[in-house]
């Protein structure tokens, strides 16, 4: 299942996001946001499915990157110009959590890193390991815990 960031924070929030006059107010980081996008991973891992997130969220929010690998997320896209920046962190918290391995290789063209817990491709996505090794962590206090 992939998961529309914009799309799923507009409808939480019943904000437009192009009203010049609601724009402000558009925030991926809204703990009912986050609380909607961990709801939709964990329906996806307990039916045994896939889950990606598209959208500007993980690339425009380092810590919305981080939720995501804690609540066991499968793969995100993200911007090409914070794919390095976004990745690395992604594996620091996978190493945290258990997931990760120590051995991380760069890819040339794309910048992105790729570990067995982590594997990316050019087009600024990466992806999880095995579902036995998704979501294994726990929450972290600095990020946004869904109630």
Known sequence: MSIGS????QIT??????SELLAKEFNEMDPEVLKMVAMSIEGTKRNGKHSGLCGQAPSDYPEFA??????????????SDTA??????????EKEMGIATSSRSMAPA??????????SDRKGSFSRGSSSER??????????EPK
């Open 66 to 79: 981080e939720f995501l690998v804690r609540v066991g997320i499968d793969s995100i896209s993200i911007n």
């Open 13 to 18: 929030l019943e904000i437009d996001r192009v």
């Open 110 to 119: 794309g910048g992105m890193a790729s570990s067995k817990g982590a594997t």
């Open 6 to 9: 914009n799309d799923l924070t």
């Open 135 to 144: 979501g294994q962590g726990r929450w972290s206090s600095n990020i946004i």
């Open 84 to 93: 390095m920046k976004t990745t690395l962190r992604v594996l620091d918290v």
